[in-house]
């Protein structure tokens, strides 16, 4: 223990030396503070408070996630090359001690510049008074149980293209997966359509003083801005709305009566035109939570965590490869998984590529399945939408990201060390 904590005081005190940890320092709350200027906004207090959040704080944690990544690939890489890394070893201190405490001291100073930015947000002017919501999404099937059912009528569909049939099932199953995230319910004039929410009954009425809203985001068949009017109702609650399709109208519901039908969310369409919309990611129930600066400090919780991944996952190349080799293999790490969702999503199915595009693919989609960029973790875009992020998923984080796999990659660090020394 004493060993760990030496080698953690020595690599924090490397960091401050070098100047690392006092230039991040400044340069994030500099750029916090440059965002007040610099970024452009809607002159609202939703439009700044928005763009603070994804491009203010969000350009932190980027700047972070960068340099975390290049400081880690050479916390143990430019020990071994300078013939420390051996004086070090036979004090005698454990390879594992010096993976772990080389890993804490980058997670905490990563943590430690990172809580000055989220500070300067929760004290900007009146943002520390908003209130977040806990966000409820429909019961629904799953889009992989959806495709399931959909697979024998489109195989049999004599529409379907006998290219199509010749694919491979699991190929087609990803194409239906697709369209079934993607899937549009039409609420036609004087239609009403409703979607089931497990346990808001019980809430309603533990909770009666506490008026959620509904949160929809409405389109057409033509791709167009017009209007829509509606009628909500969900246990007694009732709300109405009148606005323009192609985006986010959030609903105030108010308790008008009691004895509704129990866990469910209706719209009636009173408008003049059909309207569409996603169930899977249109139709939101918010019920109010706790304040914002307790959502920033949950938000923070989730990427410090983030932040001691990318660290782990440094400090391991660093122990396998020489520093610019790792540096080289980080970052092209990072480029890859971050790209990966979007080259996916560009080809979604494999039957007009070639033999070396389906490969690429197969690549893509294999380390997507193993590996999830930081800008997909990150809980900034629910940050700016006023969503609670809640505390379960960011002990979740703290415990993967901070804990269980650093743990493995310090144990697989200290492996590798033991060998290479």
Same mark, same amino acid.
């Given at each position: ?15 401050? +030396? ?30 700044? +408070? ?57 997670? =905490? &100073? ?60 699991? &190929? ?19 239609? !009403?359509?409703?979607?089931? $929410? ?19 985001? $409405? ?10 009017? #509606? =009628? ?36 009636? @369409? ?24 307790? @959502? &920033? ?20 190349? #660093? !122990? ?11 970052? &092209? ?19 007009? !590529? ?10 893509? +989609? ?47 660090? =200290? ?7």
């Amino acid at each position: 223990m004493i060993s760990l904590w030496r080698i953690f005081w020595l690599e924090v005190v490397a960091l401050v +030396r070098s100047w690392t940890a006092p230039i991040l320092v400044v340069a994030s709350l500099g750029w916090m503070f440059a965002a007040n200027f610099v970024l452009v906004t809607d002159a609202t207090d939703e439009g700044k +408070r928005e763009m603070l959040v994804l491009y203010g704080l969000g350009g932190v944690f980027a700047l972070l996630v960068v340099a975390v990544l290049a400081s880690s690939t050479g916390a143990v890489a430019s020990e071994r090359e300078s013939k420390r890394l051996q004086l070090t070893q036979v004090r005698p201190v454990s390879a594992f001690a010096v993976a772990w405490g080389k890993f804490l001291a980058l997670a =905490a &100073v990563a943590a430690s510049v990172l809580a000055f930015p989220c500070a300067a947000l929760i004290v900007s002017s009146g943002f520390s008074e908003r209130r977040c919501s806990h966000v409820y999404r429909p019961l629904l099937e799953s889009p992989r149980e959806e495709a399931l059912k959909m697979y024998d009528a489109y195989m049999a569909d004599p529409e379907t293209s006998p290219m199509v049939k010749k694919a491979g099932r699991a &190929v087609i199953l990803r194409i239906l997966e697709q369209r079934a995230k993607d899937h549009y319910q039409t609420v036609r004039t004087n239609e !009403t359509a409703s979607w089931t $929410f497990p346990g808001f009954h019980d809430w309603s009425h533990a909770n009666p003083l506490v008026e959620p809203s509904a949160r929809f985001r $409405f389109s057409n068949a033509y791709n167009m801005r017009d209007e829509v009017r #509606g =009628a909500i109702a969900a246990n007694g609650f009732f709300g109405a709305v009148s606005n323009i399709t192609q985006t986010a109208v959030t609903v105030p519901l108010h308790l008008c009566q009691r004895g509704w039908d129990h866990d469910v969310l209706s719209f009636t @369409n009173v408008g003049g035109n059909p309207v569409m919309l996603r169930p899977r990611q249109d139709v939101e129930l918010l019920v109010p939570a706790d304040s914002f600066a307790w @959502n &920033v400090f949950r938000s923070y919780v989730a990427m410090a965590s983030i932040l001691a991944l990318m660290a782990a996952f440094g400090v391991f190349l #660093g !122990t396998a490869l020489s520093r610019p080799v790792a540096l080289f293999v980080a970052f &092209v790490s990072l480029i890859v998984v971050e790209m990966g969702p979007s080259v996916a999503e560009q080809y979604p199915d494999s039957l007009e !590529t070639d033999a070396i595009d389906r490969f690429g693919l197969s690549v893509v +989609r294999a380390v997507g399945a193993c590996a999830k960029p930081p800008s997909a973790l990150s809980p900034l875009p629910s940050l700016a939408a006023d969503d609670c992020v809640e505390a379960k998923d960011a002990l979740g984080a703290f415990a993967v990201d901070f804990v269980l796999a650093p743990i493995v990659l310090s144990i697989l660090s =200290a492996l590798v060390m033991r060998r290479k020394t």
